[in-house]
């Protein structure tokens, strides 16, 4: 076992995790599939939504483009980006639909990622390819994965003189694991290959400087890691790759005579009427991780996920899926036998956290964030270790 890393803080961390609106009665460990909002950005959210009702044509005609300007700075900030590359969407897959909708590819063009992405984003851009008679590549990254190199060194095997495109997630879905995204970034602008980061899981679980990584287009949650309200994420466009983009919807903002605002702007800052709450509340998230200390928070969180993830091992011969480095507060790690043998866990043991099959590999991905506590995964660990008695009896 690789040595756990120190904090000076561990889990509980009552005044956190007091926030939280979550059932009392569950045991919850699956942030990452819609994360869980504390009650303050809730509060925050709903203040927004209020102030809609009291007057919405002067919330929306007049405030509005004071507030989003404003969210979109403090977002940027957050992202080490400027607020003139960051647009707001409701969520990911929105934002990888934009940019795999608008790509002009040519038959036989390719566009290359991994066997560890996101169903939906897998959809969306095949669709895409097979409207353009371009070929779509889940590329192998077998496990166990050696360490992040390895990764760049397999998914460039891949590329071929018609790799146009590199789709990449930056916190895997299935495995959980962080992608080197900025080498492949950097690799692929030498190459003069477009790369569209798929950070769904980033924002709030590890830091993020837009700047550093170098993607051309990147997409991130807001209301999973970072708290948010739900349906609040954002498209990141670097400056001179946003003529490439296309409106997914179009609205007034297109064919604009005489703007003052860029075409990025005009395109996707309005897309019809619509609750921009969920947008204005990312500020109060921010703040209230910044507010409890939130390096804090992730270290103690990062060292529940990595005692869950040894624990989980303990149950099968099944290798890890890669070193620890390339996790932060998600974990997935194999499990014995097969997924369908845990079917019980929400029924029978009011467990939330995903069981399923991965390239074979039956895998329990658990999440670990400020409300969670030893007790959480202890009763995971006895629930599966149960599971796994009757499976064999
Ligand atoms: C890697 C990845 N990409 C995209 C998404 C889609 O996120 P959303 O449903 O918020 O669009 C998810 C959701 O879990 C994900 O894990």
Redesign the pocket.
């Known amino acids: 076992m690789d040595s756990l890393p120190s904090s000076p803080f561990s889990l509980p961390l009552p005044d956190v995790a007091a926030h939280y609106l979550l059932d009392p009665d569950i045991t919850f460990l699956n942030h990452?599939?819609?994360g869980a909002c504390p009650q303050p950005v809730f509060e925050r959210y709903q203040h927004w939504q209020r102030e809609l009702e009291r007057n919405p044509v002067a919330f929306i005609g007049r405030q509005l483009p004071d507030l989003l300007r404003a969210a979109r700075e403090q977002l940027a900030r957050y992202l080490g980006a400027t607020a003139d590359e960051l647009t707001f969407v409701?969520?990911?897959?929105?934002?990888?639909n934009i940019v795999a909708r608008s790509l002009k590819l040519k038959p036989g063009d390719e566009v290359l990622t991994t066997d560890h992405?996101?169903g939906?984003?897998n959809n969306t851009w095949r669709f895409n390819c097979e409207k353009q008679g371009a070929r779509y590549i889940n590329q192998p990254i077998p496990t166990p994965i050696q360490d992040p190199q390895a990764v760049v060194d397999q998914l460039w095997a891949g590329v071929t003189e018609r790799t146009r495109v590199i789709s990449l997630?930056?916190?895997?879905?299935p495995t959980a694991l962080i992608f080197p995204v900025a080498e492949v970034c950097r690799r692929a602008r030498e190459a003069g290959i477009i790369t569209v980061i798929?950070g769904?899981?980033a924002p709030g679980q590890i830091d993020l400087d837009m700047g550093a990584i170098g993607a051309d287009f990147y997409?991130g949650?807001a209301?999973?890691w970072l708290s948010s309200a739900k349906g609040a994420?954002f498209l990141y466009a670097r400056a001179d790759r946003q003529a490439l983009l296309e409106p997914l919807v179009v609205s007034h903002g297109w064919n604009r005579q005489n703007s003052t605002q860029s075409q990025f702007f005009d395109y996707f800052n309005w897309t019809g009427t619509d609750d921009p709450s969920a947008y204005l509340s990312v500020a109060a998230a921010i703040d209230f991780q910044a507010e409890h200390n939130w390096p804090a928070v992730r270290a103690a969180c990062h060292q529940l996920a990595l005692v869950a993830h040894h624990r989980l091992l303990e149950l099968s011969d099944r290798p890890p899926l890669s070193p620890e480095s390339m996790w932060a507060q998600l974990v997935a790690t194999p499990l014995p036998g097969r997924a369908a043998d845990y079917q019980a866990l929400w029924d029978r043991y009011r467990i939330i956290a995903p069981i399923f099959e991965w390239n074979g590999i039956p895998l329990v991905r658990v999440s670990i964030q400020a409300y969670n506590t030893p007790r959480d995964v202890d009763r995971l660990v006895d629930a599966l270790t149960e599971m796994g008695t009757e499976r064999k009896a």
């Open positions: 990452g599939s819609f409701p969520n990911a897959t929105h934002g990888v992405e996101y939906a984003v997630s930056h916190i895997t879905s798929d769904a899981h997409t949650n209301h999973k994420a």
